[in-house]
């Protein structure tokens, strides 16, 4: 397998770049969050094995970034961070796997090529048809019923996410996770500004209503 390591602390990554090689692999490193993301935008990886804490661009503005693009890579997490809210975090952010530094370098490896065996993900659909909506990823285009719909940014970005969830409740902590990338009190109007406004653009001048409020838990985009 081809392994890319992103780690900057040269100790450790000695020691896995040689366990890795040892069994086999090729191995490939980055001591910091910018090479890591240049590499796993440049190259094929199988796995990517990433520190938490990397200078420039931390581990999960990493992790971030390489799941925005669509890259689907098994990401197996290092961090000395070993609360589970971090660990949470850690796999909210995109990671498959969390191990907790020290850690013994058969158990890396072990769950490195358990993440080498995992079939493939498919890449997120870049068009998505929901009922009359149809919403272009890539162009950021939306129509319904063929009528171009003009959305803001993060108009657009709540509707994706409803309609990538569609017929499920969303909640409004989910909104803010997804959306807004950070999270503050769920109760705050916010959210319920956005999705007033997103609703009126999609909404005006048809009679059926897509987005419709589930009171006490959030949205949900109707299917039909």
């Known amino acids: 397998m081809r392994v890319l390591l992103i780690e900057d602390d040269d100790r450790v990554a000695d020691f896995v770049d040689k366990g890795l090689r040892e069994e086999g692999h090729l191995a490939a ?12 935008s440049s190259e094929q990886f199988d796995v990517i094995v990433l520190d938490r804490m990397l200078p420039n661009v931390d581990g999960l503005s990493v992790l ?10 098994p990401v197996l997490i290092l961090s000395a961070l070993g609360a589970i809210d971090e660990r949470v975090k850690g796999l909210r952010a995109g990671g498959d796997d969390y191990l907790t530094k020290p850690f013994a370098l058969t158990e890396l490896l072990a769950r490195v090529e358990a993440l080498g ?4 993900a498919a890449p997120p659909a870049t068009e998505l048809r929901i009922g009359p909506l149809e919403i272009d990823i890539a162009a950021r285009i939306v129509r319904r019923a063929g ?20 017929g499920r409740v969303v909640t409004r902590s989910m909104l803010l996770e997804h959306v807004w990338d950070y999270h503050f009190d769920p109760q705050t109007n916010v959210i319920d500004q956005h999705v007033s406004r997103l609703r009126q653009k999609i909404e005006r001048g048809f009679d059926d209503m897509l987005i419709e409020t589930v009171r006490g838990s959030g949205y949900r985009l109707r299917t039909g």
């Open 117 to 120: 065996r995992r079939p493939a």
């Open 147 to 166: 009528q171009r719909i003009e959305l803001t940014a993060r108009e657009f970005r709540i509707l994706e996410y409803l309609a990538r969830n569609a």
């Open 64 to 73: 971030q970034t390489i799941r925005a693009t669509g890259d689907t890579t």
């Open 29 to 40: 490193r980055a001591a910091d969050g910018a090479a890591g993301l240049a590499l796993a």
